[in-house]
């Protein structure tokens, strides 16, 4: 008897926590995580304890993700200019007085540990803009949308200036999500596309030209001219620069379909891979794993993006829309500049593979996302009822 009153008492306590979360989401989660934990595993067993640092970074998104899933969007919604204002003036602190690596000044000391507060930007930025539209709903005009652009152009040219392309990168991308699903018009939106198409073919045909020791690019620095100068010709220059487009390539190649087999990567344990436990995880889960294997990892990517595009599509309110539609297209970035990065179709920048590459923030902010995402489909569901 007393087992049983237990037992349901502790059904009471979790149900809260558990009811009206999206399943498909979960399953996906899972999914990525057991595949990341099988590469981890092999791919740094020689790396001291990343393994268990990786299952713990694990555990502690999930348990972030669960935890953020039960604040409602409502509250999410008051939150976001305070969290914006701090990203900000937490960037503007670490221009000023941060702490520089490797010529980067990313990192700021607030005494017990340092942060680096363009990570709270991935976050803040769609919420800020997300915030700014549902003002707005009903009333959009083209002076909203320069003033989205604005608020968009601060944190990424401060991010950019530190410099961190990677970061800046992923920020702008979750603030165009959010300007898109606010309703952009294709007017605006083609002409810079095509732009960018003629900006990219002529980058390809000048390559000989423009990447001249000599030659000085504009806004960019010398080590980012490398990288893209890198990508276009990698054999230029294959024991420095292009070393790891080479040898990523020959990585995911040599897989074949079935892949090496577990533990068997030549050329992740001879450490011919450079960074193969963090940006360059694919490559030696190509090696391993094969076509086979890539594929199982490509499906779990598109279970989740498809779901969270469903999720956006059905919330009730526009708050969510956006959100959810920018959380999730904003993983597809994740994804698509990882695997463009180690497949040689773009250049180089410090972008992690979710769930798959090592790294504790990256972890984390992949967690809150999600669980803004679980929060979304929650209040749908409480929203039918």
Sequence with gaps: MNNSFSLQALRGHIRPWTEGLDWVVLLAVAWL???????????GFDHG???VDHLRNGLLSLALMFAMAQVPPQRLVKIAVPLYTVGVLLLLATAVFGVTKKGATRWLNVGITQIQPSEILKIAMPLMLAWWFQKREGLLRLPDFVAAFVLLAVPVGLIAKQPDLGTSLLVLAAGLYVI???GLSWKLILPVLVAGGIGITALVMSEEQICQPDVTWPVLREYQKHRVCTLLDPSKDPLGKGFHIIQGGIAIGSGGVTGKGFMRG???????IPERTTDFIFAAYGEEFGLLGAAALLLGFTVLILRGLVIAFESPTLFGRLMAGAVTLSF????FVNMGMVSGILPVVG???PFISYGGTAMVMLGLSLGILLSIAKSKRYKRR
């Design 180 to 182: 898109f699903f606010a």
């Design 266 to 272: 030549t050329q992740t344990h001879l450490e011919f």
């Design 33 to 43: 995580m057991g595949l990341g934990l099988l590469c981890m595993y092999s791919a």
């Design 49 to 51: 304890t990343r393994f």
């Design 332 to 335: 597809f970035t994740y994804v």
């Design 351 to 353: 972008v992690p593979l």
